[in-house]
Structure formats: structure tokens, C-alpha cells
């Protein structure tokens, strides 16, 4: 098929099936615009590049982008997923048997609401020291344990669960990868007030929770490798996008926000203030030249070293650009309340930054890794590397 | 070009400037009379690259933008002394003119030069051309003390005159040589405006290249000292305060390397939006290179306060490229006019 067919194919679909009707999605739990994505599902728009055996279409990368264009062309969402859904594309690499088919089509309709079950009170940038119990049981496991920092668990109907499955073995080779039903006896979710003011992320107690059989996603004990791919997944969704302004106070969107909202405060004739803007918005504009160049390396089949950089450079651009809004509205920025719709955007945004140098991985982590899988240097000496988990000290 | 084609482009350049170009050809021709080496100019020749954006017709490769930019970057890694983005720039400036010139440059016979002037200075020259004569001093104009031409490039249109002196200056970056030129002669005009502000545009992207280039193969160079040197018992690159360096200028240097090779692009498609493409390179491309040059000495401690060793030639070439065609802060408040006319 050509280009322009395809084009033509994905233009003509959105005509008869689009109404642009879109409900307003929370951006944790069921997704309410389910009907409609698993329409596009079924189509084989959400996920073009993967098989037609699952829900795709076999599309090189390239036309894959094609379908992604006319949908946002159309304002229609669920597009793309086959680059973004960190879920779905993990369930498809790692899940098996019927719960793979299942639960990949729920997920690309959005039709579970979905949290990571990572983060545990000792185990932060070092996830592998999960303290976390599966136990072997009839059937299945039994889970104990205690995760935090998890974003939408009380509207999740599965977490992605990292859990020590031996501990008679160094700390990476003894831990697995589920997906835990969250609503049952045994999970408890409460939920935790962010420095925003919000609630999105919660505390998640787990006493003798079950997950069956098939919900192991990868080898027993080789979750490690499993919650790599996830990670990186996640990392990439996060350099690419962020949460913009929650007031809905209007203004210019995007790139050019700063530019209108130093107009707007009369100070865009100040070259002090024209240098910090400009630095700001060549910030975002540079990372979005490296995600296109690293998603063109990508698709001649190298591996791209820039892929790694884009959630480390996304941090520095929120941190900025908050600061830039900041800088702006001075004494302004000391208020707040929905009168005062730009001084709430600048400290939202300036809270709000944290989420993507802390969330994820620290800026510290992604150094590190940057520095070690792509520059190729030395790690750290690691004390508990080589030690059966059972006898690394804790606290 | 496909990926492809620049590879085979590119790849014996590379060659050539390793065997050719090598730190120890740098100190050489730095030291020389004239910081031109003519064999090593002929060896560039032969393999076209003096001719890459030379029109066919005039026996050139007819290339563009986006091709001389991968060729630069490849040239910024090994610090090439040459006047090769001089004749480069003055070949987009003369392209389609049928300028006699032209085939002599293919050939590497001779050499050009380039005064930007008039609306596109950035030096503080007073060159103006007006009826047909060109007048006053052009300052900082690379390659000009070897140069067989000198092309005035104005935002009127691009001219050949004959200068009147032409007195080398004492530089800090002994790998690009700069001379004051002054006129005061008959100017032919050759090109348009289109072709001076498309010359302009050119420059701007191969002096982007460059620095892109050599923040590319600094960063290279210092990461693996960092592997290999020791101290505490440990290779310092296991330290987070030198990993995590590394980390930073990855990202500037990956950032620059993105910005030149759209910056090429846009030039070439001449797409709107061109414009801040180009003044986003020009400065995010010269910053980088600094940030990588300045923080690869550190990383490198002791070593790299000496004379023989190669990091104070990349920070000299980064500290003359960040001044050479207007300095970053001019070049942001041209991006952000330039987003400003677009929005
Ligand atoms: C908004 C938000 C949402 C989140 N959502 C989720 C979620 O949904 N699910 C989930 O599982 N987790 C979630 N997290 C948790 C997040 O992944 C962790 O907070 C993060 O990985 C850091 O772990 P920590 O908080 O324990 O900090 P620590 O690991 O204790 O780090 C504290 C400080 O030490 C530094 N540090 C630690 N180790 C190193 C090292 N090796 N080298 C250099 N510096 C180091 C860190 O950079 C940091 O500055 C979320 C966090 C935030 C802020």
C-alpha cells in the first residue's frame, strides 16, 4: 500500500467513525473514552505496527506515524499505541497464553485502569531490593507487602507488581513480575496528599493478595529483565510528553506558551527576559529534534543512544519553564486561586516538575544510566551486588 | 542524500582526516606561516570535498546544505585547518552565477574567501558598496590572508572586488586564521540577495556542523580517558560527579548534532520557519561545544592544563566558531523574533 492510500484509508475511517465527541478522561483508571478506542482497536489503528494477529496492521515505523498524523489531524485519540502504551506493550512482550489475548485488548481500549506497583518505602531508585513476598501457593501467589508512590492505584484494577519471588539468591535474580488484581480482599489503598494539593498517588498494603498462575509475566525470577523493558518504555513516554497548566485559564499551548505569557505580562521587550524565554523554548525545541532524529535512527535499525536523553532533558525544560513563568510574573507568582489563573499555572508547574525528574527514575538514575549503558562507563562498586538477598542489610 | 549515501559520502573524508588531519598535522599546520597546508587541501580536492556544493556544471558535486553540514561535522572532529567552509559559503553564494570561479574552487585550484557585510555583518566592519565601488574595512574574515578571491556578501547581493590590504590577525585559535580586509576598489556584483542571505544561511550551518562535530569527538576522547584513568582504585568515570558530567554533555552535544542536521535541512528545503532553525542552531550548537570543550578539561584534571595535550585546541576552536558569525545571545534574540514573526 501506498503512502497516500494509506492516508487516504485512515482519512476516510475517522470520516465515517469520528464524531469528536471526547469525554474528559481523568488520566488514571478506565479510560471513559473505552467505546471508542476499542473501536479504533478493532480497526487496527492502535496499534498499526504490530500484527494483524494482534490487533495491528504489520506497518513499517514510518506508516505507523502516517495513521498517528491523520487521527491527530482528526483530534481523534487512540492512535499510536504501539508506542506509547506502556501497558499494552508490556503485556504483549511478556504475557502468555489467554491472559496475553485478553487482557492486551482491554488494555488498548483502555478498558482497566492500570498502576505500577514498583516503589516500596526501602526500595526507591534501588528497585531491586524489593521487599515484597510472593509465595508459591495453589494455583498461583500469595502476596505480602507494602508499595508507595503508586500513581492511580485506587482506581486500578491491576498493578504491574515487581515481588521477591527467592531470596537465597542476589538481589536482581530474585524477582518477578505480575499483574495483581487490585480489587480484592488483601489490597488496601490509601491515598497520599502530593505537594500539588492532589491525590494521585497512593500507599498500597498488600496481605495475602492472590495472583493466578498466568499472570506471571517473563521467567520466574527474571522479572528484572521484564521491568526493564517497562522502565524503558515508561522513560520514553515521559521525555516525549508532560502535564501542561491545570488552570484552563486559556493562552497560547505548546512551544510558544512563554512567548504569549511575557507579552501578556508587557515585559517582551526586556532582552534579559527575550534570552530566558528564547533558552527555554530552544530547550524543548532541541529535544524534540532528538526524539525525531533518534526515532528515524530507530527506524533504520540502529540502535539510537538519544533515546535515553529525553526524560533528563524533559525534567530541565519543566524545571526552567516554570521558573521562566516565575520569573515573569514576579510578586504575582505569590498568589494563588482561581482569580489568579497564572501565578496557580507557575507553582503547579514548578511542583508539578518534580514528577518527571523524581517519578520514573531520578535525574540522578537517568545519569547514571546514561552514563553507564550508553557512554559505557564504569558503574559504582555495588556492596549487595553479589550477596543472596536474605543477608543484604536493610533500613 | 538517503542516510546511506552520506555514510559513503562522508566515510572517506573521515579516513582522509585521520590519516591526514591527524593532532599532530593540526600542531603543524597551527605552527606554520600561514595555517594552510596546500597538499593536505589537494587531498581534500581529490576526493571532491572542495567542490561539494560547487554547482555540476562548474565540475563541482552540486550539493547541499544538508550534505556540506555532515562533511563539516566530520572536519570539526579533527580540528581541520582548511579553508574549507570559507569555499563552501562561497560557493552557495555564487551558485548558478557560471562565476569562472566556481571550477577553480571544484578543483581546489583556488582558494575563497568570505566577508559577510553591510545588513549581514556581525564583526563591526564598515564595508559598504555603492556605486559599484566597495569601500572600508572588513574585520575577522576567515581563510582571507590565503585566499585567491574574497567575495563581499551584503544584504543586497554578493560582489567580487579586489581588496586593497589584507593584514592577518593574531588569534587565539590558530586553527582558523582571520585577517582585516580593506576595500577600496571597483565591486562586480555577482548574485542576488536571495543568494547572499542563502550564503549567509549556509555559513551558518556549516560553522554549526563543525562545532557539533568536535563536541561529538571531545566528548568521545574524554569519556575514554575516563574509563582508563584511575585514582582511589577505581576508574574516575565510576565516579558520579565525572559520570554525571558526561551525562550533561551527552545531551548538549546530541542536542547540538540534532540542531545542525534540521538546521541543514530547512536551509535546503527552504521551508518557512528556516530562519529559526538556523539562529537555533547557530547558538545551541556554540554553546554546546564550549560546555563540552570547558567540562572535558575538568574532567580530564592536570593533564589537560598542558600544551601537548588536544583539549585547549577544542576549546580555542570552540571560543572562535562561539564569536565568528555573531555570538549566541544575538542569536537567540534573532530565534525568538524569528518564532515572534511566525506566530
Ligand atoms: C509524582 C510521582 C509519581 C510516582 N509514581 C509512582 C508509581 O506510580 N509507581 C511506583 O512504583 N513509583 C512511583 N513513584 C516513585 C518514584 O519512582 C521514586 O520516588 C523514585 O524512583 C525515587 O525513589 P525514592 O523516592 O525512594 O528516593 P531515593 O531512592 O531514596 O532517592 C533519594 C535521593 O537519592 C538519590 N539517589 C539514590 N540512589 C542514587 C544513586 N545510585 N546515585 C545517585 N543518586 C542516588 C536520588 O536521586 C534522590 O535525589 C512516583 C514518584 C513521584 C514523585
Not at chain 1, 278 to 297: D, G, H, M
Not at chain 1, 349 to 367: E, K, M, V
Not at chain 2, 57 to 78: D, P, S
Not at chain 2, 178 to 198: G, I, M, S, Y
Amino acid at each position: 500500500m501506498t503512502d497516500e492510500q494509506l492516508t487516504a484509508e485512515v482519512e476516510a475511517w475517522l470520516a465515517a467513525h469520528w464524531t469528536g465527541a471526547e469525554p474528559h478522561h481523568e488520566s488514571f483508571g478506565r479510560d471513559p473514552r473505552s467505546v471508542w478506542l476499542a473501536e479504533v482497536r478493532d480497526a487496527g489503528w492502535a496499534v498499526p505496527r504490530w500484527p494483524a494477529a494482534w490487533h495491528g496492521r504489520d506497518l513499517s515505523d514510518a506508516q505507523g506515524r502516517l495513521v498517528e498524523a491523520a487521527f491527530a489531524r482528526a483530534g481523534a485519540p487512540g492512535a499510536g499505541q504501539d508506542r506509547t502504551n506502556l501497558w499494552a506493550n508490556t503485556a504483549l512482550a511478556h504475557a502468555t497464553g489467554e491472559f496475553r489475548r485478553t487482557i492486551v485488548a482491554q488494555l488498548l481500549a483502555g478498558e482497566v485502569g492500570m498502576c505500577l506497583l514498583y516503589s516500596e518505602p526501602g526500595a526507591g531508585s534501588d528497585l531491586a531490593a524489593v521487599r515484597t513476598r510472593a509465595d508459591k501457593v495453589e494455583g498461583g501467589w500469595r502476596v505480602t507487602g507494602q508499595k508507595v508512590w503508586t500513581s492511580g492505584a485506587a482506581v486500578a484494577d491491576y498493578g504491574m507488581l515487581i515481588a521477591r519471588t527467592d531470596w537465597d539468591v542476589p538481589k536482581h535474580r530474585g524477582i518477578s513480575f505480575f499483574f495483581l488484581p487490585m480489587k480484592q480482599d488483601g489490597v488496601t489503598v490509601r491515598p497520599l496528599h502530593q505537594i500539588t494539593g492532589e491525590a494521585h498517588f497512593n500507599e498500597v498494603f498488600i496481605d495475602g493478595a492472590f495472583v493466578p498462575e498466568d499472570h506471571l509475566l517473563g521467567p520466574l525470577n527474571g522479572g528484572w529483565s521484564v521491568l526493564q523493558t517497562a522502565l524503558a518504555y515508561e522513560r520514553s513516554v515521559m521525555g516525549d510528553r508532560a502535564r501542561g497548566p491545570r488552570s484552563g485559564a486559556g493562552g497560547a499551548k505548546g512551544d510558544l506558551a512563554l512567548l504569549a505569557l511575557a507579552r501578556e505580562a508587557g515585559r517582551l521587550d526586556e532582552p534579559v527576559v527575550r534570552q530566558q524565554v528564547a533558552q527555554a523554548i530552544a530547550w524543548r525545541a532541541l529535544n524534540a529534534l532528538n526524539t525525531r532524529r533518534a526515532k528515524a535512527e530507530l527506524a533504520q535499525g540502529s540502535s539510537s543512544a538519544i533515546m535515553s536523553l529525553g526524560k533528563l532533558a524533559m525534567s530541565r525544560i519543566l524545571h526552567e519553564e516554570a521558573r521562566v513563568r516565575t520569573m515573569l510574573l514576579r510578586a504575582g507568582s505569590l498568589l494563588e486561586g482561581p482569580e489568579h489563573p497564572r501565578a496557580e499555572d507557575a507553582n503547579f508547574l514548578a511542583l508539578n516538575a518534580y514528577f518527571t525528574s523524581i517519578g520514573g527514575g531520578t535525574d540522578q538514575i537517568q545519569r547514571n544510566i546514561i552514563g553507564e549503558r550508553v557512554l559505557g562507563l564504569p558503574k559504582e562498586p555495588e556492596v549487595d551486588r553479589t550477596v543472596p538477598f536474605r543477608e543484604v542489610k536493610a533500613g | 542524500m538517503q542516510e546511506n549515501e552520506i555514510a559513503a559520502l562522508v566515510e572517506p573524508v573521515a579516513r582522509l582526516l585521520a590519516d591526514r588531519c591527524a593532532e599532530a598535522d593540526v600542531r603543524r599546520i597551527m605552527a606554520s606561516e600561514t595555517g594552510h597546508d596546500a597538499d593536505l587541501w589537494r587531498a581534500l580536492a581529490g576526493l571532491g570535498v572542495t567542490g561539494l556544493t560547487v554547482d555540476e556544471a562548474a565540475g563541482g558535486l552540486g550539493l547541499g546544505a544538508v550534505e556540506l553540514e555532515r562533511v563539516l561535522e566530520v572536519a570539526g572532529a579533527a580540528l581541520l585547518p582548511a579553508p574549507l567552509l570559507s569555499g563552501a559559503v562561497a560557493a552557495a553564494a555564487l551558485a548558478g552565477t557560471g562565476e569562472p570561479l566556481l571550477a577553480a574552487l571544484a578543483a581546489g585550484e583556488r582558494v575563497a574567501a568570505v566577508a559577510f557585510a553591510g545588513a549581514l555583518d556581525w564583526s563591526g566592519g564598515d564595508v559598504r558598496v555603492a556605486g559599484a565601488r566597495a569601500t572600508g574595512t572588513a574585520r575577522f574574515v576567515p581563510d582571507a590572508a590565503v585566499a585567491d578571491a574574497i567575495l563581499l556578501v551584503t544584504g543586497d547581493g554578493v560582489f567580487l572586488s579586489e581588496p586593497a590590504r589584507v593584514v592577518p590577525l593574531p588569534v587565539f585559535d590558530r586553527t582558523r586564521r582571520l585577517a582585516d580586509v580593506a576595500f577600496d576598489a571597483p565591486a562586480r556584483q555577482v548574485a542576488d540577495a536571495a543568494a547572499a542571505a542563502r550564503a549567509r544561511d549556509v555559513a551558518l550551518v556549516a560553522l554549526a556542523g563543525e562545532q557539533a562535530g568536535a563536541a561529538q569527538r571531545l566528548l568521545e576522547m574524554t569519556v575514554d580517558y575516563a574509563r582508563e584513568r584511575h585514582q582511589f582504585g577505581r576508574a574516575i568515570g565510576s565516579f558520579q560527579a565525572v559520570k554525571h558530567m558526561a551525562a550533561d554533555l551527552l545531551l548538549e552535544s546530541e542536542s547540538a548534532t540534532s540542531a545542525a542536521r534540521d538546521a541543514a535541512r530547512q536551509v535546503d528545503e527552504g521551508a518557512p520557519g528556516g530562519e529559526a532553525a538556523v539562529a537555533l542552531a547557530a547558538f545551541a550548537c556554540a554553546d554546546a561545544f564550549v560546555r563540552v570543550a570547558a567540562d572535558s578539561i575538568q574532567m580530564h584534571g592536570g593533564i589537560a592544563f598542558t600544551w601537548e595535550h588536544p583539549a585547549h585546541l577544542y576549546l580555542r576552536r570552540a571560543r572562535s566558531g562561539a564569536q565568528l558569525y555573531g555570538d549566541s545571545d544575538w542569536w537567540r534574540e534573532r530565534y525568538l523574533s524569528a518564532l515572534e514573526e511566525q506566530a
